[in-house]
């Protein structure tokens, strides 16, 4: 048993084999995975039911587990800022979320830098993040 906060295998080896400069992908509930990430991505599927797993709960375990170089958002064309983007912003402090259009978005996720796409249960709609992997620092 691991005593690391991450724990699921096939998430651990999508992190494992990515670099500085891959990115992963957490997708809502309405997000087309199939159709709307990299087909060489790692998919991962941990939407178990309605709001279960949630996009916060997923990138609360990532922050520490990768570097975060950089995160953009899938942002409404009109309209407030969806109220989640104020989570995102309390769990990677420092970092600006850099938005995108919805289909600006889609593009970004096929690209060929996406190393891991992960599902969630996540209701709450333009709860989407595609982080870039950053570097580890040496000590």
Known sequence: MLKYQLLHPELLRGLGEAG????????DG?????????????RIFLNLAPDLVRVTDVLKVLVNAIPIESAHV?????GPEPAIFAEFRQLVPGLDL???GRFEF?????GPDLAVAIAT???RVY????LT??????S
């Open 20 to 27: 500085h400069g891959a990115q992963v992908l957490i997708a």
């Open 30 to 42: 309405n997000y087309p995975l199939a159709t709307r990430s990299h087909p060489g991505a790692r």
């Open 74 to 78: 899938m942002a409404p064309e009109q």
């Open 98 to 100: 850099q938005p995108l």
């Open 121 to 123: 249960g996540e209701r």
């Open 106 to 110: 889609y593009d970004a996720a096929r």
């Open 127 to 130: 709860a989407n993040l595609l």
């Open 133 to 138: 992997i950053g570097v580890v620092s040496p």
